[in-house]
């Protein structure tokens, strides 16, 4: 296992400290860097001394911006582990090729799971012993080789039975109080075992979307959008239901980029 110099770029310093006591608890032998905290200032870092890190642990909204924006700014040819509080923003991180997508509040299981699979990656390839700064072009075709695959169907059970359910029959996810539930396209409730968050990321994004703390919508299911008080959204889907689907404000515009088809 190489002794990893990790660069953390990150505008709040309690999070950013939470970090590196994890990444030494990892390993106490690597060599972290930062925190950046401005989509200018790892503008300016990155194009000077990328080849000083090997990996990337990059909060998703900065000081200044999202740090999205650093990638249209300067190559960034390093490995990335996305950090956030939100959950909305997967897809666009997975289209950069990072390692993984990490939610906050870091927990040392989550950031684990993530290097894990950094040196799985790195271990595949067999360069690597010869090569300890990994280059992102090394691993580019391994991660497009294990882009993620998405659930299919859903195993729910009612009273005693269990049957299957196909995610595209799914019209939406919401949570109530403490359990989770499906609604299918024949208006059937049925529970999942998952949380919601943990839903999120078992259904694919182009097709769903979690506007809220409560709901997990279906495109399909989508009737109307109309225009809510405090800057926000409701919407008016193609089933009876009888709860209120309104997008929050922090999520608005995540929300009408998903419905634009937008990736």
């Given at each position: 296992?190489?002794?990893?110099?990790?660069?953390?770029?990150?505008?709040?310093?309690?999070?950013?400290?939470?970090?590196?006591?994890?990444?030494?608890?990892?390993?106490?032998?690597?060599?972290?860097?930062?925190?950046?905290?401005?989509?200018?200032?790892?503008?300016?870092?990155?194009?000077l001394k990328q080849n000083e890190f090997d990996l990337l642990f990059l909060d998703i909204?900065?000081?200044?911006?999202?740090?999205?924006?650093?990638?249209?700014?300067?190559?960034?040819?390093?490995?990335?582990?996305?950090?956030?509080?939100?959950?909305?923003?997967?897809?666009?991180?997975?289209?950069?090729?990072?390692?993984?997508?990490?939610?906050?509040?870091?927990?040392?299981?989550?950031?684990?799971?993530?290097?894990?699979?950094?040196?799985?990656?790195?271990?595949?390839?067999?360069?690597?012993?010869?090569?300890?700064?990994?280059?992102?072009?090394?691993?580019?075709?391994?991660?497009?080789?294990?882009?993620?695959?998405?659930?299919?169907?859903?195993?729910?059970?009612?009273?005693?039975?269990?049957?299957?359910?196909?995610?595209?029959?799914?019209?939406?996810?919401?949570?109530?109080?403490?359990?989770?539930?499906?609604?299918?396209?024949?208006?059937?409730?049925?529970?999942?075992?998952?949380?919601?968050?943990?839903?999120?990321?078992?259904?694919?994004?182009?097709?769903?979307?979690?506007?809220?703390?409560?709901?997990?919508?279906?495109?399909?299911?989508?009737?109307?959008?109309?225009?809510?008080?405090?800057?926000?959204?409701?919407?008016?889907?193609?089933f009876k239901f009888d709860k209120d689907i309104i997008v929050s404000r922090e999520k608005?515009n995540d929300f009408k980029r998903w419905m634009e088809g937008e990736e």
């Amino acid at each position: 296992m190489i002794n990893l110099r990790i660069l953390i770029i990150e505008d709040e310093k309690p999070a950013a400290d939470k970090l590196e006591r994890q990444l030494k608890k990892y390993n106490d032998d690597f060599i972290i860097s930062g925190p950046i905290e401005s989509v200018a200032e790892a503008v300016k870092l990155l194009e000077l001394k990328q080849n000083e890190f090997d990996l990337l642990f990059l909060d998703i909204r900065l000081i200044d911006g999202e740090s999205f924006s650093i990638f249209e700014k300067v190559k960034i040819n390093k490995p990335v582990i996305f950090t956030t509080a939100y959950d909305n923003y997967a897809l666009e991180a997975f289209k950069l090729n990072s390692i993984d997508y990490i939610l906050k509040p870091y927990t040392f299981d989550s950031i684990k799971i993530a290097l894990d699979k950094f040196y799985s990656l790195s271990e595949s390839l067999s360069e690597f012993s010869q090569k300890p700064s990994i280059n992102m072009e090394m691993i580019q075709n391994l991660l497009n080789a294990n882009k993620k695959q998405y659930k299919t169907r859903f195993m729910v059970r009612k009273g005693e039975k269990i049957k299957a359910i196909e995610t595209d029959d799914i019209k939406l996810f919401y949570a109530d109080d403490r359990d989770v539930y499906l609604l299918s396209t024949d208006n059937r409730r049925y529970a999942v075992n998952q949380k919601l968050e943990e839903t999120c990321n078992l259904v694919d994004p182009k097709k769903f979307f979690r506007v809220n703390r409560t709901f997990l919508v279906q495109y399909n299911a989508i009737e109307e959008v109309i225009a809510y008080s405090n800057s926000r959204l409701k919407l008016n889907v193609n089933f009876k239901f009888d709860k209120d689907i309104i997008v929050s404000r922090e999520k608005v515009n995540d929300f009408k980029r998903w419905m634009e088809g937008e990736e």
